[in-house]
């Protein structure tokens, strides 16, 4: 399996990392040898070898990845995208929530071409779900987003398939780390804009925290989980948004002598979806998630509540999602790999 990757920074670098030290592994286990073909960076340039790019020397410094007969510097992620015979597109390259571009049209360039797409960018799920599926389903490709949400905790394989003839009515949960995190230490004292001073220290929040602390990464992976379970299309404008930046030490008190404890809760229906900061008792599965740590709730007519509690952000967890829907593909798709 040929892999070409978009993107090269931590998500991309964990994935990297993964195949690397996992090699073995991987061919015992799974007859599984993959080969990453190119790798697409937004201010690196790009590489590109027909017989694979060396994994330590990607990890060792990009920029001075050593020239060796075949290697090919320089192509665009369209040209890579059209002209590398690979098998799979990874994207893990930054979101864009409002068109999510570019990545969209390399999605799209990819189908149209016969690969595979594999996406931890959370742009293109949410902005156009239905159109990948149907372009996907069209040209017999797969579409993943695992990573999209929670990381390389697999909460959409659970609601998507390990769930699979349960009726779910409803899905509720703390899909942001970095605001869980500062509910976390505001509750323990830390007024909010030392906490979120904390947060980007530890690399948690962005310069720009506005899509955490405002509730918008935990609303573009709502929208995900609606469309992924309910195949209901939602956008930002249809939902019910608010963050976490409001709140005050008079407000975590109250709370807490209401033996309560405040969540920002996503929570999506067939009907529609919300972000929300919540009061929730603390016998409830999700008052106990606690730092950086997400969690999901789905409501089942079989099996009640279902909650699933793990990362829901870091290098090697995303990376791990990526790995995870490739296998999935290599799987399915054994044969077209084993000629």
């Given at each position: ?120 960018n959370k742009g293109p799920v949410a902005v156009a779900y239905r159109e990948l599926n149907a372009l996907a389903h069209s040209s017999g490709r797969a579409f993943r987003f695992e990573g999209t949400v ?190």
């Open positions: 399996m040929k892999l070409i990757l978009i993107g090269f920074g931590s998500v991309g670098q964990g994935f990297v990392q993964i195949l690397r030290d996992k090699r073995a592994d991987l061919a015992a286990r799974y007859g599984f040898t993959p080969q990453i073909a190119a790798v697409v960076t937004r201010t690196r340039g790009s590489l590109y070898h027909p017989n694979g790019l060396n994994l330590d020397a990607l990890l060792t410094d990009f920029a001075a990845y050593p020239d060796t007969p075949g290697l090919v510097r320089g192509w665009d992620a369209a040209r890579i995208v059209r002209d590398c015979p690979a098998d799979v597109m990874l994207e893990a390259s930054p979101t864009n929530f409002e068109t999510g571009q570019p990545a969209l049209d390399l999605c799209r360039l990819a189908l149209e071409h016969g690969k595979h797409i594999v996406l931890a929670m990381a390389g905790t697999p909460s959409l394989r659970l609601g998507m398939q390990a769930l699979a003839g349960c009726t779910i009515t409803a899905a509720r949960g703390i899909l942001n780390g970095t605001t869980n995190y500062m509910l976390t230490q505001m509750e323990n004292g830390v007024p909010y804009a030392d906490v979120l001073a904390q947060a980007q220290q530890l690399g948690y929040a962005e310069a720009d925290p506005t899509a955490d602390v405002d509730g918008w990464d935990a609303a573009a992976k709502a929208i995900i989980v609606a469309q992924a379970l309910f195949n209901k299309k939602l956008t930002f404008a249809d939902m019910d948004v608010r963050g976490i930046s409001h709140l005050t030490p008079p407000d975590i008190d109250a709370a807490r002598a209401a033996g309560e404890r405040w969540k920002l809760i996503a929570t999506v229906t067939p009907e529609g979806g919300s972000v929300q900061p919540t009061r929730l008792p603390l016998s409830h599965p999700l008052a106990g998630v606690s730092g950086s740590t997400n969690a999901i709730t789905y409501t089942t007519d079989l099996l009640g509540d279902v909650t699933l509690i793990g990362s829901g952000a870091g290098r090697i967890q995303t990376g791990f999602a990526l790995l995870s829907d490739v296998l999935e593909i290599f799987t399915k798709f054994t044969p077209s790999f084993t000629q």
